[in-house]
């Protein structure tokens, strides 16, 4: 059964939706802001309920138009945070970390400075759209928060860069050379050489070739058919840098974290560093310059093969999972994780607390309820400090460097 609720909206959950409580009902209210006060139609029963916003009776002091004709018209679900001023995101972002450590890390913690984004938007290096065949044609676009199953043509993302975008109207225009599908993704990334694209779907593709011949900006493309690994098609780089591997959407800011973690494991004076989820070894070639002795682990093929044509002979370079190599190569004075959004394998946190483990574990996350997740598993452990930097403005995810050192026994 609905009901309308009016509801004064508190603050900001890990997801983005804005929380309100009214007779002992917790609700989760997508597009409020904290201090709005709303009315919002809520179905079931119990003590949690998700709720959709019907109309804002008063409007918080935070609550600002979001420029995104998708955010409102489409109910984009790529943002979650347009409605809110930039200062207000940066401190609902904080809270969310707080939040994460005292309820799933069983930590006390101290709110976290969150470093601001030097571009509030077109900051994406990087946009990942869903292709869907509509009739005849194809369409690019992203799903709809509140019905995930729906997508809409994307007519621009003002967090992409504009190159980016022009490069996906560019690809657009030879959707009829993609592989045959229903549904397809596809990726653009912005390097050095131009854009890279990424097709991610499909079993056959017997045009690619005049797929790449039609459209001279791209720099690079690559494949993942279904279920098989990824395939490079077609390459006008001068160089064969690591365009498919993983890397932040945010280059800016990016490199301002890179910057502050290996300025944060320099001031332990290590000499033997492991960088666990390293990438293409740009914290370890840091590390490396300052003569320790670096052990980067990367289980994606190209990235790893990167770090090795990058890194001193004094360095060792290993391909795998980390959950399997890290054990191998303990002792060390100081350990980085660098997860994805799903955090460490629950092994790491059994390894890292063994008799081997490190002094000093930096971890970067960029999901706080991992984080806090993981950080449980390490309670012979303190956390010493926590700041975060937003990589993701106008979205409610946040990238985290949590440092932790050993008790003494």
């Known amino acids: 059964m609905r009901r309308t609720l009016s509801l004064t909206i508190d603050s900001i959950a890990s997801g983005g939706d804005g929380v309100g409580r009214a007779d002992g009902l917790v609700v989760f209210v997508p597009r409020s802001a904290p201090g709005d006060v709303i009315t919002a139609t809520v179905a079931g029963k119990g003590h949690f309920a998700r709720g959709m916003l019907r109309s804002v009776v008063r409007p918080s002091p935070v609550r600002v138009d979001p420029p995104c004709q998708h955010y409102t018209r489409d109910r984009c679900g790529g943002c979650q945070l347009q409605h809110l001023r930039y200062d207000a995101q940066l401190d609902a972002k904080s809270r969310m970390i707080t939040d ?54 994307l007519a621009d993302c003002p967090i992409t860069d504009r190159r980016v975008v022009t490069a996906w109207r560019e690809i657009m225009t030879a959707a009829h050379l993609l592989p045959d599908a229903p549904d397809l993704r596809g990726s653009v990334r912005w390097t050095v050489d131009g854009p890279v694209f990424v097709v991610i779907g499909g079993r056959r593709w017997t045009s690619h070739e005049t797929f790449f011949a039609a459209l001279p900006s791209l720099a690079a493309l690559y494949w993942e058919p279904a279920d098989n690994p990824r395939l490079q098609l077609g390459d006008r780089r001068p160089r064969n840098t690591p365009a498919a591997s993983f890397a932040q959407v945010n280059p800016a800011t990016a490199d301002a974290l890179r910057r502050y973690v290996a300025e944060r494991a320099l001031s332990y004076d290590p000499r033997v560093v492991v960088d666990a989820y390293s990438g293409s070894g740009d914290l370890s070639c840091i590390l490396a310059e300052h003569d320790i002795r670096v052990t980067a682990i990367e289980l994606d093929a190209d990235a790893s093969d990167w770090s090795r044509a990058r890194l001193p002979a004094s ?63 390490l309670p012979d452990y303190q956390i010493t400090s926590m700041n975060a930097f937003d990589m993701f403005p106008q979205t409610s995810h946040v990238e985290t460097v949590c440092e932790l050192v050993r008790a003494a026994a």
Not at 119 to 127: C, H
Not at 134 to 142: D, F
Not at 342 to 354: M, T, Y
């Open 100 to 153: 994460a450590m005292q309820r799933i890390g069983k930590r006390e913690t101290n709110p976290p400075m969150v470093y601001r984004s030097a571009e509030e938007w077109r900051y994406r290096a990087k946009l990942t759209l869903a292709i869907r065949r509509r009739g005849n044609s194809w369409i690019a676009g992203l799903h709809s928060y509140d019905d995930p199953s729906h997508v809409f043509p």
């Open 315 to 377: 360095a060792t370079v290993v391909r795998g999972r980390v959950e399997e190599m890290l054990p191998h190569h303990l002792p060390a004075d100081l350990v980085v994780v660098n997860p994805p959004r799903a955090g460490v394998h629950e092994a790491v946190p059994a390894v890292l607390q063994g008799p081997n483990g490190p002094r000093t574990i930096i971890y970067v996350s960029c999901d706080p309820a991992t984080l806090a997740r993981d950080v449980a598993r």
